[in-house]
């Protein structure tokens, strides 16, 4: 039988690369475990699967009021909050819901799974297999499809027949599109944020400099590295160094950092630019809070994206799409460019247009500009409850 258990039932998750330390409180999360085996689009199947989640607000007695809110890559469940045991990093979508804000916790009962693969409570390459080892590089080849269908088992575990709203951007924009293609009568309404229909041939290649790097790192070891002592730390850096690069637009680099050197150093003598430094932050940051097995499943579930793959193609699968939807881009994002939102927007029957979020950051505008988000998301859902 599946299960949903609270923190106080559930055994400290094990340490991996850095995302997780023995003697961890687990926060606010919730698990669901999967009893039975979870058969795998690529092939055979994953067993013992769990997922981390968390919640804001109350179920209503009809589930009708209930909102699944998807993260991108190195996200995790917590979406708001602060920092705090059992959670390396603050909420990533601060100021969107609580009550009397977009997501108002007071009419909508929020949940936010920890992907699938994941290393934040969720079963991923650092979990231990039915054997007792790690999954390490033994850990099987993910799609959005096998990840949306344990999200599905979760809604079946909660009580909750279908979802007001699913919304996502990025890598979670790829989930809730693949929801609402593959279980149309339980997405209400959709948001789609900064996403595609498709992984384009230049995000492959992006992602697939990323993951030589980490697989380059001397202490990768095939992926078996979580019981060595040391995991491809340096590798992870590289990754994500490259990653921000293209998160972010160049004007807003110019703007923020141009030529200048990082206060106190050199760089004609061994010493960075201020951009320098600042990608050193973010790889820093990540590779305390993040596994790098985790890094590269989901980087190869985001290439294998493709919404029409084995439907038909695109305009076939995104034909299944019933629910009211609004799709929005970056105006400055050049990873996931707006031509591919508008894609989206046209093909889908429920989307009256393309929306663009205004936006210096690149990509990682979805995340920035909360304001025109919750925007998006009361258009959809109606304005919050007035709170004094």
Known sequence: MNTVLTPSEVPLPPSASGAWREGDPPGRRQWYARE??????AGGELPGVRLA???WGWLAPDASNAVLVLHALTGDSHVVGPAEPG???PGWWDGLIGPGRALDTDRWFVVAPNVLGGCQGSTGPSSLTPAGRRWGGDFPFLTQRDQIAVEADLADAL???SWALVVGGSMGGMRALEWAVTYPERTRALLLLATTAAASAEQIAWATIQLQAIRGDPYWHGGNYHDTGRGPHTGLGLARRLAHVTYRSEPELAVRFG???QEGEDPWNGGRYRIESYLDH????LTRRFDAGSYVVLSEAMNSHDVGRGRGGLR???SRVTAPALVAGVDSDRLYPPSQQAELATAIAGADRHRLIESPYGHDGFLIETEQVAALVTELLGPATPHR
Not at 282 to 285: G, I, L, P, R, V
Request: proline share 12%; charged share 20%; hydrophobic share 35%.
């Open 36 to 41: 039975q085996p979870l058969p795998l689009e």
């Open 53 to 55: 989640f968390e919640t």
């Open 87 to 89: 959670h390396p990093s």
């Open 159 to 161: 009580g909750i027949d």
């Open 259 to 261: 030529r200048a050197a």
């Open 282 to 285: 973010h790889a820093t940051k």
């Open 316 to 318: 076939s699968a995104l």
